[in-house]
């Protein structure tokens, strides 16, 4: 799916408040409610767009957040990651490139709790080769806003590089 400046300002508001109506959508980047409530479907139903809740995992007592990065048998990554997937710690799960296969972000209660969820659930998942493991400290940042300013950078591209393209 293709967004045009219109798609990608109610993207962008959204980003700052996934609360926002339909009418105050419309009213910020001058449409009609019509308009931003059908927007807002077909970038849905296409996939395009997700209305995620997210909790700070550290105000809801998981206290720990570890990253994995997962070494994969040939042939198992969609097994694995289902398997990754399903389980209660699990937030993010994504196939990579290079020495791994999969990076995996878990929200765990405590240190038991994470070599139980290390140690006796993911490890044992079959297909699983190895499991390298990092704690987090601290989140610096964090931001949804991210792909509105990348889409607003790419759009400003084109331009950019067929100034470039003729010599300028």
Not at 40 to 66: C, F, K, Q
Not at 94 to 117: K, S, T
Not at 135 to 161: G, K
Request: hydrophobic letters at 40%; aromatic letters at 4%; a negative charge.
């Amino acid at each position: 799916m293709q967004l045009d400046h219109i798609d990608r300002e109610i993207v962008r508001l959204l980003g700052e408040d996934g609360r926002a109506t339909y009418s105050q959508i419309s009213k910020a980047i001058g449409v009609s409610i019509g308009t931003v409530r059908n927007r807002v479907t077909a970038m849905r139903e296409s996939g395009a767009l997700h209305l995620n809740v997210w909790l700070d995992p550290y105000r809801v007592g998981l206290g720990i957040t570890a990253t994995f990065l997962i070494r994969v048998e040939a042939g198992k990554v969609d097994e694995v990651v289902t398997q990754v997937a399903d389980l209660d710690s699990t937030g993010y799960v994504a196939v990579i490139a290079g020495d791994h296969d999969l990076m995996v972000d878990a929200f765990c209660r405590d240190v038991p709790h994470l070599n139980e969820v290390l140690h006796n659930q993911v490890q044992q998942i079959d297909g699983v080769l190895s499991v390298t493991s990092y704690l987090v400290t601290d989140i610096r940042y964090e931001s949804s806003l991210n792909l509105a300013s990348l889409m607003r950078s790419e759009e400003e591209e084109p331009s950019q590089s067929t100034k470039r393209g003729r010599g300028q």
